[in-house]
């Protein structure tokens, strides 16, 4: 059993459960200031006017009654925006809509007024005169020869990789090993179905909400809750031909990211509105707004092929992946990408081909809703497991365990894989679930059945810095780019300053998220924070130890090698007499010789080497690190309506080591819930290109009164190239998720479900026709 | 943004005054936990509300020890009533689903009355009230009317209201001596989620176990919450059996009219009814066996 929050003081500081001491206060208490929250003398309102048309051509926009309008301090426009593309892979969107819509909510003009009724009223005097255009909805009628093109010409725009672009295809990607005609030859049992999921929103709970000021040189500045302050500068940078030096962003506490809050939204029209207006003006999406344009889930659409041997070997994947990305690129290279790569990670598959679309409609811009990719290639790669072990009569765990990726494997693109700990976590769960018990039939009518699903995730790279500055009275302050998304990256931070330093925890203070005053981090983004800021941090630390050693060694006469940091004190080894403060040394260092203690550190993972030869069109070869989990579910299934209740759930993974076990496991809660949604009744729904459901009343996530408990066990297979052997944890317990429960389901009624979401109506429809 | 113009009388007489003044642009607002939700998805409400939030004794519930009724006040929170002693004890079957509307924020917030009056073909208290023949007490300039609860809705939020009335009272059929009530639903999410299908029910039985009086109703599968008298008839002077349960279950489906939405489709709606009367008529001749 999980135990309580210890106190660090006891042992190392490193793998203690340590409580949420750097943020936990200020949200309990509701002090916690996040992005509405943020107060300017003077700031005005700003709203924004979002197409009703999921393809229109923009005729005219008439802004001058709403200019007219008494408490109207700025109106803008795509004319007031510098002619500027951005995006993340692919350059072909623009802040504001110019000439043509293509989604439903995409911005066209927006307003800074005194009050929201204001500003809401100058909305509605604003007279835009739209050229509806023929639209595509779905991924087959834009891959359709004679489909209308949301973008006359795709190809031309600026791509940071090189891709296959045609049509609306914005990014067409191969990956083959081997042959796969061979593999197949060799299989006993070939088979082949299509899996199906919706797009998912983030359902964090704070919409999105930014607020900018200009000063009296004209410098802007940003507060906005997002999760990477740093792409936020260099995109609001990029996009209003600011110098970056004249943009600072500042990150707010952030009520859920879950990846949604990475990319611009509101930032640059509050800053054209703020430049403008030359007061500070505030933007607080709706939750129907945020509905509307934040960056969802892909659906996808996954088919793939598959032969095993009768040994259990598995021998041959072929697969096409079809992401639905919306009405620009966005993520959709990197989404395609990334699923291809994990159909094929998991196991050893000899001979594998895969190809991926991501295809443009006129929906939504999809982006990198935690582990981006993952839950659509794992409910395909690990029901057709399941499917493939049941036709050759062996025990879906054996499969697993015969087929496992072992360390100094590689992936498909021929990234070699580091301490891959799948087969450890695949017998942990094993013997905490008890896989081979055999599933008690209840009395009650219902049903129940056992799945397991396993799941690998790489984590990305990037620039972190971290400065950590030990102040006179022997405390440390650490200054880092990567901001609290409530993941708890600010404790991570302390406990590793504290253990290098020798400090509590409470001693360590943690400044972040400010471009201004915080060294650059690309954000929490990709489950990397602990890994690549983490490094930064301990060498940060590491180096303002040496400082303070230098000194103390002066001070006390002895060798540099002989002194540690222990207890808030300078020690020398085997004289514990000798022991000095460390506020001494620091104070001395600080008000009379060396300087104020300054320890600097900085990191990016280096990518390991990839087959070139392997793939096309391709933008995620490499990876910086992997690791890999299991899961396993017993479910309860109702046959009469369809209701699938989670009677136990065990979920292991690997972290590499446990920095703090209760935040990892809350981690794991966290994500595990996250995708119950996605499995039982998250979607949005599109007629038309029209969202139907965009509120919390249809859009239903998990309450806590649906949530099982989560067991989790914590596998620590270090990595030698990450500080401690640190993995990341965030992303990689969402992909097993949704397999495993739709393997159980099956299990426990016959019926093997393809599409998301398993809600009672499609469990009991699937139900119905095992029953004929 | 939406602006109205609050009142807040402090009697009922002044609050129907109001709302003759204001006839046809005033609404009335008790929790305002549909009201002010419809206004902001819409963009757009009424000129006035008339909030009875300061007229006292409208959520008192008390048992009418002449005609055995439960009588509750249309200003009583679903969060009373899913507490209240006494309709736990008489009222099972509204008191279940009071208790299945949203959260207990929500429930705090929510009243009965405005449940009824919003209308919903899924409001939860809607198929118990009817199984258990309430009617409705409708104050206006000239005084009260009593309607059959079955009367009053009339469509997807219309009722029997005149624009100058305010529904002010509920009184149902109790629980007790042979008799027992009982509310189920199918959702998407467990909990916190609006009705696909919704069945109540009430039976009373004489001293040899046979059906003397019965009421069943459904939930979101009708333009307005739906009695089914037909099929309920079938249980008159009958002894529970499977088959005869099974025989009325599928009555109820064939009465119910559900459309395809994005919450359901009409076929699994159908196929709800006919498990959910099933399962409520069972556990009902369990609890009367007790």
């Not at chain 1, 639209?135 to 004679?146: K, M, Y």
């Not at chain 1, 919409?207 to 990477?228: E, I, K, N």
């Not at chain 1, 500080?723 to 429960?741: D, M, R, S």
Request: proline letters at 5%.
């Amino acid at each position: 059993m999980e135990s309580a929050i210890e106190s660090s003081a006891q042992k190392g500081v490193i793998g203690s459960r340590v409580g949420r001491l750097t943020d936990g206060y200020e949200k309990v208490t509701g002090v916690a200031r996040y992005g509405a929250d943020i107060e300017h003398a003077n700031c005005l309102a700003g709203m924004v006017l979002r197409s009703e048309h999921p393809h229109a051509r923009l005729r005219s926009i008439d802004t001058r009654r709403a200019e007219a309008l008494p408490g109207v301090k700025a109106v803008i426009t795509a004319a007031d925006a510098p002619q500027v593309l951005h995006g993340f892979t692919v350059h072909d969107q623009t802040i504001i809509a110019r000439e043509r819509v293509r989604y439903v909510g995409e911005p066209v003009a927006a307003v800074a007024a005194v009050d929201k009724a204001t500003a809401s009223e100058a909305l509605r005097l604003i007279r835009v005169e739209y050229e509806p255009l023929p639209a595509v909805f779905t991924p087959h009628d834009a891959l359709r020869s004679d489909a209308p093109l949301l973008h006359p010409n795709f190809a031309a725009y600026e791509s940071k990789v090189p891709l296959n672009r045609y049509g609306n295809v914005c990014c067409h990607a191969k990956i083959t090993n081997g042959e796969v005609a061979r593999g197949f030859d060799r299989s006993a049992v070939i088979i082949e179905n299509t899996f199906k999921t919706p797009h998912v929103h983030f359902g964090y709970i704070e919409p999105h909400a930014v607020s900018a000021a200009v000063d009296g040189r004209g410098f802007l500045t940003v507060w906005t809750s997002t999760q990477a302050p740093f792409v936020a500068r260099a995109a609001l940078s990029h996009t209003l031909k600011l110098p970056m030096h004249q943009v600072r962003v500042i990150g707010t506490a952030i009520g859920g990211g879950f990846g949604g809050k990475v990319e611009l939204l509101d930032e640059p029209l509050a800053a054209l509105l703020a430049i403008k207006a030359r007061r500070a003006v505030r933007i607080e999406m709706s939750m129907l707004e945020d509905f509307h344009v934040a960056q969802a889930r892909h659906a996808s659409e996954i088919t793939l092929k598959a032969g095993i041997s009768s040994d259990g070997m598995l021998q041959a994947f072929e697969g096409t992946v079809i992401m639905d990305t919306g009405a620009y690129a966005g993520f959709g290279p990197h989404t395609t990408s990334q699923a291809m790569v994990l159909l094929g990670s998991p196991y050893r598959v000899p001979h594998l081909r895969f190809e991926g679309f991501a295809v443009l409609t006129n929906k939504l811009n999809c982006g990198a809703l935690r582990a981006p990719g993952g839950p659509q290639a794992a409910l395909a790669c690990e029901s057709t497991i399941d499917m493939l072990a049941e036709k050759i009569g062996m025990d879906p765990f054996e499969v697993r365990l015969k087929n496992a990726k072992r360390s100094g494997d590689t992936t498909p693109t021929g990234c070699e894989l580091r301490a891959v700990a799948l087969e450890q976590t695949l017998r942990a769960a094993a013997e905490r679930f008890d896989w081979r018990r055999a599933v008690q039939r209840p009395s009650n009518g219902k049903l129940r059945g056992k799945g397991m699903a396993c799941g690998i995730w790489g984590g990305s790279g990037y620039g972190a810095g971290a400065t950590v500055r030990v102040n006179e009275d022997g405390t440390a302050t650490v200054f880092t780019g990567a901001v609290e998304t409530g993941a708890g990256s600010t404790i991570v931070a302390t406990q590793i300053v504290a253990e290098e330093l020798g400090l509590g925890v409470e001693d360590v203070h943690v400044v972040c998220g400010d471009t201004e005053s915080t060294p650059f981090d690309m954000g929490a983004i990709g489950s990397r924070t602990t890994v690549s800021t983490g490094q930064a941090l301990r060498q940060a630390a590491v180096d303002a130890k040496r400082k303070i050693l230098q000194e103390a060694a002066e001070q006390l006469e002895t060798r540099l090698d002989d002194l540690e940091l222990r207890g808030r004190q300078v020690l020398v080894k085997g004289v514990p007499s000798r022991a000095v403060p460390l506020r001494e040394i620091t104070t001395t260092l600080t008000m009379k010789h060396g300087g104020p203690v300054m320890g600097l550190g900085a990191c990016v993972m280096e990518l390991p080497g990839f087959d070139a030869a392997t793939y096309e069109s391709h933008t995620l070869p490499s990876k910086p690190w992997f690791t890999f989990g299991t899961q396993m579910v017993e479910v309860e299934v109702d046959p009469a309506s369809g209701d699938v209740e989670i009677i136990r759930f065990v979920a292991a993974h690997d972290v590499g080591r446990a920095i703090n076990p209760v935040g990892i496991e809350g981690q794991i809660h966290g994500a595990v819930t996250l995708a119950l949604g996605q499995a039982f009744s998250e979607q949005l729904v599109f007629q038309q290109g029209r969202l139907m459901n965009p509120n919390f009343l249809d859009y239903r996530m998990p309450t806590a009164l649906e949530t099982p408990h989560i067991e989790t066990i914590i596998i620590e297979a270090a990595d030698e190239e990450s500080a401690y052997g640190v993995k990341g944890v965030g992303e990689p317990p969402v992909p097993p998720v949704i397999p495993a429960i739709a393997n159980a389901i099956y299990n426990a009624t016959g019926a093997r479900i393809l599409e998301l979401p398993l809600s009672p109506e499609r469990v009991w429809l699937a139900l119905q026709k095992v029953a004929r | 943004m939406i602006a109205f113009d609050y009142h807040a009388p402090e009697s009922l007489q002044e609050a129907v005054r109001l709302l003759d003044q204001f006839a046809g642009t005033a609404r009335v607002v008790a929790g305002g936990t549909d009201l002010m939700v419809t206004c902001r998805l819409r963009g757009l409400g009424p000129q006035h509300v008339i909030s009875l939030r300061r007229v006292e004794n409208l959520d008192v519930v008390r048992r009418d020890e002449a005609t055995g009724r439960v009588r509750i006040g249309a200003f009583a929170t679903l969060r009373q009533i899913e507490r209240s002693p006494l309709l736990r004890e008489r009222c099972a079957g509204l008191v279940e689903a009071a208790h299945k509307v949203g959260s207990i924020p929500v429930r705090n917030l929510a009243t009965i009355g405005g449940n009824l009056c919003n209308a919903s073909p899924s409001a939860e208290t809607a198929p118990p009230l009817l199984a258990a023949a309430a009617t409705v007490t409708l104050t206006g300039p000239g005084g009260q009317r009593a309607i059959p609860l079955e009367q009053f809705f009339l469509g997807p939020g219309k009722t029997a209201l005149q624009p100058n009335e305010v529904l002010t009272e509920v009184s149902l059929l109790a629980d007790g001596a042979g008799a027992a009530s009982m509310y189920e639903r199918q959702c998407i999410r467990r909990f916190k989620d609006i009705a696909l299908v919704g069945v109540g029910a009430r039976l009373a039985l004489d001293g040899a176990g046979r059906c003397q009086a019965v009421g069943l109703a459904l939930g979101a599968v009708a333009p307005t919450p739906l009695p089914v008298p037909a099929a309920a008839d079938l249980l008159l002077g009958q002894q529970l059996s499977d088959a005869r349960i099974a025989e009325v279950a599928a009555a109820a489906r064939a009465a119910a009219k559900p459309i395809t939405d994005i919450r359901a489709s009409a076929e699994y709606r159908s196929a709800m009814v006919e498990v959910l009367t099933i399962r409520v008529l069972r556990a009902l001749r369990e609890a009367l066996r007790n």
